[in-house]
């Protein structure tokens, strides 16, 4: 159900950070609100798995493997979600998906491709 356009992903260094941005344009500001986000991601040859979540509570949740390092966030207002991505190593390298799960259905990006190396 619709589409997201994600941004931000690179070719960065290890150590190095990127922030990923996705605006919910097409999504009511009401209904944003009301919506979970997160971040998945999936690496080459492996399955999509989930890296971040925030509840319209304002919960969130990390994959183990991202604790401490990433960051997910939203604005409101601009219908933006985010993924703050510090301390990046090479096995963050895969393709990065924005999804809102709103109370009528999900909506997905295409995705950004994040490469981390030297």
């Known amino acids: 159900q619709g589409q997201l356009v994600e941004s931000g992903g690179g070719l960065v260094q290890p150590g190095g950070s990127l922030r990923l941005s996705c605006p919910a344009s097409r999504i009511i500001t009401s209904t944003f609100t009301a919506s979970d986000m997160a971040w998945y991601r999936q690496a080459p040859g492996k399955q999509r798995e989930l890296v971040a979540l925030l509840t319209s509570d304002g919960i969130t949740n990390y994959a183990d493997f991202v604790k401490g390092r990433f960051t997910i966030s939203k604005n409101n207002a601009r219908k933006m979600v985010y993924l703050q991505m510090n301390s990046l190593q090479p096995e963050d390298t895969a393709i990065y998906f924005c999804?809102?799960?709103?109370?009528?259905?999900?909506?997905w990006g295409q995705g950004t491709q994040v490469t981390v190396s030297s």
């Open positions: 999804n809102v799960q709103t109370p009528y259905g999900a909506y």
